[in-house]
């Protein structure tokens, strides 16, 4: 079955130090993978995406992701975590197409990240 | 949250009652979407549309239902039909159907019934 997984429910770090926020995919065919970030009680925004071309991908805020084909992985990365950082992070993968194009997407459960002083 | 506002932010009904969630874009986007998220969960698709007019079912449609008359406005109704609507409700856009394009997301809606 194809699909995503966030296998850290919470990941805590200080302020100051890298941070990794770790997803892995299972899809057919190539992967299409995004990274949103939501604040409490809002809506998800859009960090960055992997379609095709080079492996580290840059987003917003700082954040950046690798793509590993060989590990099936979509990394979260941030070379300095911020306590403004604190949020709940999703990996999302594309997992077919919808009816009238579009992506069908399947989003991991989400990991809770922690930045202290 | 870009230009997607849900209203209202907190809902509150009784069982038994239909409510209707807005969603409002004016991003110019073709595509947009209803899903819902749980905690613990990840997020789940309702309802989507690619165009006026049209919409078609998600992964969870049973017991909601959607209109698409404006290109601007893709309205979600969670009916009495539906076995446990308290849940965080969050539309989304997309610019078209092309799979390169990311969604974009509203501020989301908190729905409880009691």
């Known amino acids: 079955a194809q699909s995503v997984a966030q296998p850290e429910d919470q990941v805590n770090v200080a302020e100051g130090n890298p941070l990794t926020v770790k997803c892995t995919y299972s899809?057919?065919?190539?992967?299409?993978l995004f990274w949103y970030v939501q604040y409490p009680n809002r809506g998800l925004q859009f960090l960055l995406k992997y379609i095709t071309g080079d492996n580290l991908v840059k987003g917003s805020y700082g954040f950046e992701a690798e793509f590993n084909k060989s590990q099936t992985s979509f990394h979260l990365k941030k070379p300095s975590a911020l306590v403004s950082d604190s949020a709940l992070y999703f990996c999302?993968?594309?997992?077919?197409?919808?009816?009238?194009?579009?992506?069908?997407?399947?989003f991991g459960t989400g990991t809770q990240l922690k930045v202290e002083l | 949250d870009g230009g997607i506002t849900q209203s209202p932010k907190y809902l509150f009904r009784k069982e038994g009652q239909n409510v209707t969630l807005s969603c409002e874009q004016n991003?110019?986007?073709?595509?947009m979407y209803w899903y819902r998220q749980d905690p613990g969960q990840g997020l789940r698709l309702i309802y989507y549309?690619?165009?006026?007019?049209?919409?078609q079912k998600g992964d969870i449609a049973e017991g909601y239902s959607v209109s698409r008359e404006k290109k601007e406005s893709f309205p979600l109704t969670v009916t009495s039909a539906q076995k446990n609507p308290t849940a965080f409700y969050l539309c989304a856009s997309s610019i078209s159907s092309g799979v390169s394009y990311e969604q974009y997301f509203g501020p989301g809606t908190r729905l409880t019934v009691t």
């Open positions: 549309s690619q165009i006026v007019n049209d919409f």
């Open positions: 991003l110019n986007h073709d595509a």
């Open positions: 899809v057919s065919g190539n992967p299409y």
């Open positions: 999302a993968v594309r997992v077919g197409i919808l009816t009238g194009g579009g992506n069908k997407l399947t």
